[in-house]
């Protein structure tokens, strides 16, 4: 990975997504913006503005996130799970997406963006 990723983050805890930011800056890679909501992430991917995305699993209120992962894969953008651990396994076809388990390490970022980047 030599290039800067710009990196998408849905998250819906505040703390948890300036975590990331530092991380992914402290890496190398630029916050290209936050989603909070599934409605706001979607918007964002319509966008386009990423290389990568690190998606929270639950947004509000147990919200879950896989219409956002729908959209991911249709956009053909790379992402991270990110969980704390699944209550419920995710649906099929987004069974073998890689994970970013939670509590977040800058290593274990570090892994998982290189993981996703090499693969597509």
Request: zero cysteines.
């Amino acid at each position: 990975m030599t290039e800067p990723l710009r990196i998408l983050v849905v998250e819906d805890e505040p703390l948890i997504a300036m975590v990331l930011e530092d991380y992914i800056e402290s890496l190398g890679h630029e916050l290209a913006g936050t989603a909070d909501s599934v409605d706001t992430a979607l918007a964002l991917i319509s966008d386009g503005a990423f290389d990568v995305a690190i998606l929270d699993v639950h947004l509000r209120g147990g919200e879950p996130s896989w219409p956002v992962a729908d959209a991911l894969v249709a956009a053909e953008k790379p992402f991270l799970l990110a969980t704390g651990g699944h209550v419920e396994p995710p649906p099929p076809q987004h069974d073998g997406a890689p994970v970013l388990t939670k509590p977040f390490t800058m290593e274990g970022l570090r892994s998982g963006l290189g993981g996703i980047t090499a693969a597509a």
